[in-house]
């Protein structure tokens, strides 16, 4: 057994607060997804045991969701690492503390002093963080003062391409509104929202907004637990509702169902949408998603009848490398109907959006010439020549498109310090580990998808050499750039400088938004204004250049739909008539990601490992039956998964779940990661990992 | 008054979620592959999908599993209708297993006892909810006092239609009622009583109240374990839709009852 890893005995926690009984409730709020979840976690003799939803809850009720509650097996995980390590050429060693952070420094220290003309791009972070903002910001001050400029942003597999969509058109690149104006909406579309699965402690809103008359249509192709919850479900062919959209829009101009004075007020570029969507006829827009074209048509005159819809967008959508059109189209959707702004009108994107002032806090700190950032693909290439010397792998690097190659080039790199919990497949990389808390070890400030900011006491002790990220990155900050690297010795005085600094956090004290059972939404420029939920755009303007919707935006291109890249429909793809299925996948409601939620036996015990399912037609085609080995094949690779026939699915199209991990420790988590079969295809911002070909053959 | 306990589930709200299953694993130190609490995928409908039905034990009117106890472990608590289990008296013999038709009775792998839902006495004695029902986060489950006309539960059931989920053959008159529109109604398994237990019980049980009312249980325990208790069989018929199917390998678990409650 390794030194300090699995079989060692979790150390004896101590209560963190004084005068607690036999069982005590404390505040927090759940790090993993953007629900942010407030809780109730109760202790016994020091230990979390238990933990419920805070009833408080605006959002959320006080529901919550497996993933949460995992939180509590995974702390006391008998896998979990607990000592910082140092791969030799035996293995791995213990090693100190202080030492692994010296020896880091002292490498990157040496990059600047071997490299002094030519450094910046030879250190690269990967993220997000686990902990909080503070940790967060901790990193890239650690970083950006020694002149390092380098991040892997989760953005790029995400949904980055959503929020360049709504930046280009609408001069913001959050939601444009929040979840609750749903009860004021006529129509709320979930455009390839899962939202039960991805978001269920939000559910109960469809459902108090589906009791007061509101029509949810939910357009995703696969038939969901959310489509139980909604009034229609329209089923597009996977990445074709860039095309539904013009479809729509097409239906809209041409019976004169658009808001004609709206339209040359607030919308710059309506010639160009009308000459796109020409073409856009219901037959053609019929075959691109293969819909009827009866219900594009009548879909179109439902939303064209609607006083007030709102769109709320999947992440899905930007995993396409037609996402950004995608997201544009669907902005046009709702401009010309006049659903931007005012009550039950308006964009939301699954994210939400960042609370501001990240970048201009960090200025204050860091110098303003600096080398430009460089995206993820130019980091990889640069891996992958030797031109990296330290990565700080903080997450998962598994996210990536064709991961295996982003695995071998990760270990082109010098040193790989990996901050994780578990032997995962980013401990594999690294030379370091230094093992992470888990959130009820720590405090720190989060941000949820309602712009809401929340901070998370700490509650226990943590296991005692394990470190918070905070603390490691404060430790390595000061002693790469000991002059420069501001003291701020905990979170707390880093959240108070952070909101002194800038304006529109002035109004989130800490002390408030501690005592907020729900979090306080940003931006707040004076505790006393009252709390700025929803339409964000309240003076009859977009924070775009000229103050309107921008719908042709020139770097955008023409308004358009095109096949997504690797599409077997598309005769100039690679797949074409070699891999005929659509590949698509998905998260489940038991797992973040791929990350430590695999390591949970309670989310094991849901799990399938690689499983496909595929509509009982193709299964006929294919001559594969249910609970049949097959393997699925791309252009880069295949991985085997048993076959699950289901009606929920589309023919011709496989879905498989995202989440399996080869080093899970729990057979029902275990699998080949999806991503090392995924091609890499990317639009110009973000990463598609779904609609390009596939093949599934029978395995013997 | 008594009490008498039980729950309304709206199964047209469970989105499947499963936070219910492991809220209730976590409150009662239940490891993974062993529930108190299911949900059950019904069939796939045209034009409908498949629809959720959320479930835990019935706490039956007239509880199969008790009659199968041979020891008086498993009872029914006369003051609030609750089907219970003295930790004491359970020899985990597993004759409660079989004889419940929904799956609800497993041996849980730490407690050497056949564990189930007890509408999570120690939290409702608080008067908090079960765990399963503040989880939920589509509010799918009602708990509450039937026997209270004031209660939500008694309001709901008195303004709403409501089923029971049964086998065609074995109505154990379940405590737990489902809003109309729930599928399928059917309970797919038979309560299955061995007659040699039936038998047991019916001429021995007194006897050994009595031997537990004056020297407590050690002797007796270790010889019904002896006698009943063997992991390795398989107490189920084919085609058993339960939630403690799966065999997998032992968590340990705690020796004190419901830390959690």
């Known amino acids: 057994m390794l030194g300090g890893l699995a079989g060692s005995p979790v150390p004896e926690l101590k209560a963190a607060l004084a005068d607690t009984g036999p069982s005590t409730e404390f505040p927090s709020c759940c790090a993993l997804c953007q629900v942010r979840c407030t809780t109730k976690v109760e202790v016994r003799d020091g230990k979390v045991v238990n933990v419920f939803g805070n009833p408080e809850n605006y959002w959320t009720g006080g529901a919550m969701c497996p993933k949460g509650k995992s939180l509590v097996e995974l702390t006391y995980s008998p896998h979990r690492i607990l000592n910082p390590l140092l791969r030799d050429g035996n293995g791995w060693k213990r090693i100190g503390y202080a030492d692994a952070v010296q020896l880091i420094a002292d490498r990157i220290l040496e990059v600047k002093r071997s490299n002094p003309e030519d450094f910046a791009h030879r250190v690269a972070l990967f993220m997000p963080l686990w902990e909080s903002r503070e940790s967060e910001l901790a990193a890239l001050m650690a970083l950006r003062i020694a002149g390092f400029p380098d991040t892997c942003s989760p953005g790029e597999t995400c949904i980055a391409s959503t929020s360049a969509a709504l930046r280009i058109c609408l001069g913001t690149a959050n939601s444009t509104t929040n979840m609750d104006e749903m ?89 160009d949408l009308s000459q796109a969507v020409q073409e856009y006829t219901p037959q053609k827009s019929a075959e691109i998603t293969r819909l009827p074209e009866e219900a594009i048509v009548q879909l179109a005159r439902r939303l064209g009848a609607s006083p007030r819809t709102l769109v709320w967008l999947g992440g899905s959508l930007a995993r396409y490398t037609n996402g950004l059109q995608t997201i544009r189209n669907i902005v046009s959707l709702q401009a010309i109907t006049n659903n931007l702004d005012g009550p039950g009108k308006g964009i939301m994107d699954v994210l939400g959006g960042k609370p501001g002032g990240e970048e ?11 080398s430009p950032r ?14 990296v010397d330290v990565l700080l792998l903080n997450s998962t690097y598994r996210r990536y498109p064709d991961a295996n190659a982003v695995k071998e080039a ?29 959130p009820f070890e720590t405090s720190g400030s989060m941000y949820g998808s309602q712009r809401q900011v929340l901070w998370r006491s700490k509650i226990i002790e943590k296991p005692a050499d394990v470190v918070d990220e905070f603390r490691f990155y404060t430790d390595l900050g000061k002693k790469v750039s000991p002059e420069k690297f501001p003291s701020f010795d905990t979170p707390e005085k880093l959240y108070e400088a952070f909101r002194k600094t800038i304006p529109s956090w002035k109004g989130l004290e800490l002390e408030r938004v501690k005592a907020s059972n729900t979090g306080i939404t940003w931006p707040s420029f004076s505790r006393d204004e009252p709390e700025s939920k929803g339409s964000i755009f309240k003076d009859g303007k977009f924070p775009t250049p000229d103050g309107k919707v921008l719908l042709n935006s020139k770097p955008m291109g023409t308004i358009r739909w095109e096949e997504p890249e690797g599409s077997p429909l598309n005769p100039k793809s690679h797949e074409y008539g070699k891999f005929p299925l659509i590949f698509t996948q998905g998260k489940v409601v038991q797992h973040w990601h791929h990350s430590y939620t695999n390591w949970s036996s309670y989310m094991a015990q849901f799990s399938e490992g690689n499983v496909v399912h595929i509509n009982p037609e193709t299964a006929r085609e294919l001559d594969i039956n249910d609970g049949d080995w097959s393997w699925i094949e791309t252009k880069i690779g295949k991985l085997k998964a048993k076959v699950k026939l289901s009606m929920a699915i589309l023919p011709d199209v496989i879905w498989t779940p995202s989440y399996p991990s080869p080093k899970s420790p729990f057979p029902g988590n275990q699998g080949v990661t999806i991503n090392t079969i995924i091609p890499n295809y990317w639009d110009k911002v973000s990463a598609q990992f779904n609609g390009f070909g596939c093949r599934l053959v029978k395995a013997s | 008054m008594n009490k008498r306990y039980a729950m309304v589930i709206d199964s047209s709200r469970c989105i499947n979620c499963l936070a219910c299953v492991v809220a209730c694993q976590l409150t009662h130190q239940v490891p993974a592959n062993f529930k108190r609490n299911w949900i059950r995928p019904g069939p796939w409908e045209f034009g409908a999908g498949v629809h959720y039905q959320p479930g835990n034990c019935m706490q039956c009117e007239r509880p199969t599993c008790v009659d199968a106890c041979p020891t008086g472990a498993t009872y029914q608590d006369e003051t609030n209708g609750i089907i219970r289990v003295n930790p004491k008296l359970c020899i985990a013999c597993g004759s409660c297993i079989p004889a419940c038709p929904y799956g609800a009775r497993f041996r849980h792998p730490g407690k050497r006892i ?48 409501t089923v029971r989920v049964i086998n065609k053959k074995t109505d154990t008159e379940p405590a737990i009622y489902y809003l109309e529109k729930t599928s399928p109604l059917d309970w797919p398994v038979e309560a299955n009583v061995p007659e ?19 020297t407590g249980l050690a002797v007796l325990v270790m010889l019904g374990k002896q006698l009943f208790s063997d992991p390795n069989s398989e107490h189920r018929d084919q085609g058993h839709t339960g939630p403690n199917e799966a065999k997998q390998e032992m968590g340990k678990g705690p020796d004190d009852e419901t830390p959690n409650d």
């Open chain 1, 183 to 271: 009860m004021n909406s006529k129509i709320l579309v979930l455009w390839g929202l899962n939202l039960a699965e991805i978001y269920p402690t939000y559910t109960r809103w469809l459902l108090a907004a589906k009791e007061k008359g509101v029509e949810i249509i939910y357009i995703d192709p696969r038939r969901t637990a959310t489509s139980n919850l909604c009034s229609l479900q329209i089923t597009p062919r996977p990445g074709s509702d860039g095309a539904l959209a013009l479809g729509i829009a097409h239906i809209l101009i041409k019976e004169d169902l658009f808001d004609k004075e709206y339209v040359s007020a607030r919308i710059t570029g309506f010639e």
């Open chain 1, 360 to 370: 201009e806090f960090l200025e204050h700190y860091t110098d303003p010439v600096m």
């Open chain 1, 374 to 387: 460089l995206a993820f693909r130019k980091i990889l290439y640069n891996m992958k020549n030797g031109k």
């Open chain 1, 410 to 438: 990760i270990s082109k790199v010098g040193l790989v310090v990996c901050r994780g919990f578990f032997m995962n497949e980013e401990a594999e990389l690294a030379h370091v580990i230094i093992p992470g808390c888990m």
């Open chain 2, 114 to 161: 056949v564990d189930k839902c007890d509408f999570c006495q120690g939290r409702i004695g608080k008067g908090r909810s079960p765990a399963c029902v503040e989880t939920c986060p589509t509010r799918a489950r009602i708990f509450g006092n039937m026997a209270d006309a004031a209660s939500e539960i008694s309001r709901v059931l008195k303004a709403r239609p």
């Open chain 2, 196 to 214: 040699a237990i039936r038998l047991w019980r019916d001429l021995f049980n007194p006897i050994v109240k009595a031997v537990v009312g004056m």
